[in-house]
Antibody, heavy 117, light 107 residues
Framework: QVQLQESGPGLVKPSETLSLTCTVSGDSISYYYWSWIRQPAGKGLEWIGR???????NYNPSLKSRVTMSLDTSRNQFSLKLRSVTAADTAVYYCARENGDYVVDSWGQGTLVTVSS | ETVMTQSPATLSVSPGERATLSCRASQSVSSKLAWYQQRPGQAPRLLIY???TRATGIPARFSGSGSGTEFTLTISSLQSEDFAIYYCQQYNDWPPTFGGGTKVEIK
């Protein structure tokens, strides 16, 4: 059974870069698509983007100018970088596995990232 | 971007009763519609995809229907563990978008 675990700083200063890593166990990231989704407190879900082993990415147009995703097959990890953050980027960030058709079948537990000075 | 609207925002139901949740898309998404359940403090869990196909391990009391712009999630007999927030998600176009959620609470 696949397991996903997010890691990274829980506090980021405004205008800096948010960096998160997702470690995948129980499956190889050489298969499937891998995504980041976020959820501000008390609000709904927003898809940030996804990456495939080929390096192909799809980013949400609302965040595209600030997002970079990458993956490391040797460590079975994939990562998110979100630049120039503001308080509006404060959220629980989930890493997820999706089936290639944008259906998420496995989620990490989520990590809260707060943007504050 | 396709906007997903869920109703009602909150649904109060007694255990053992039936719950019917609605999801509307701002344009047709065919049958590319998923439902997720999110319990407090937990990540969402996939319930339904393809509008009506239950995900692995999901009990038969959960059923989905609809196509185009109107969708329904039905929970036939609510169990204690079903009190949660439910989100619909379209994946017909990029980016995939979620509804605002329906909270199912104990009446």
């Amino acid at each position: 059974q696949v397991q996903l675990q997010e890691s990274g700083p829980g506090l980021v200063k405004p205008s800096e870069t948010l960096s998160l890593t997702c470690t995948v166990s129980g499956d190889s990231i050489s298969y499937y698509y891998w995504s980041w989704i976020r959820q501000p407190a008390g609000k709904g879900l927003e898809w940030i983007g996804r990456i495939y082993v080929s390096g192909s990415t799809n980013y949400n147009p609302s965040l595209k100018s600030r997002v970079t995703m990458s993956l490391d097959t040797s460590r079975n990890q994939f990562s998110l970088k979100l630049r120039s953050v503001t308080a509006a980027d404060t959220a629980v960030y989930y890493c997820a596995r999706e089936n290639g058709d944008y259906v998420v079948d496995s989620w990490g537990q989520g990590t809260l990232v707060t943007v504050s000075s | 971007e396709t906007v997903m609207t869920q109703s009602p925002a909150t649904l109060s139901v007694s255990p053992g009763e039936r719950a019917t949740l609605s999801c509307r898309a701002s344009q047709s998404v065919s049958s590319k519609l998923a439902w997720y359940q999110q319990r407090p403090g937990q990540a969402p869990r996939l319930l339904i995809y393809g509008a009506s196909t239950r995900a692995t391990g999901i009990p038969a009391r959960f059923s989905g229907s609809g196509s185009g712009t109107e969708f329904t999630l039905t929970i036939s007999s609510l169990q204690s563990e079903d009190f949660a927030i439910y989100y619909c998600q379209q994946y017909n176009d990029w980016p995939p978008t979620f509804g605002g959620g329906t909270k199912v609470e104990i009446k």
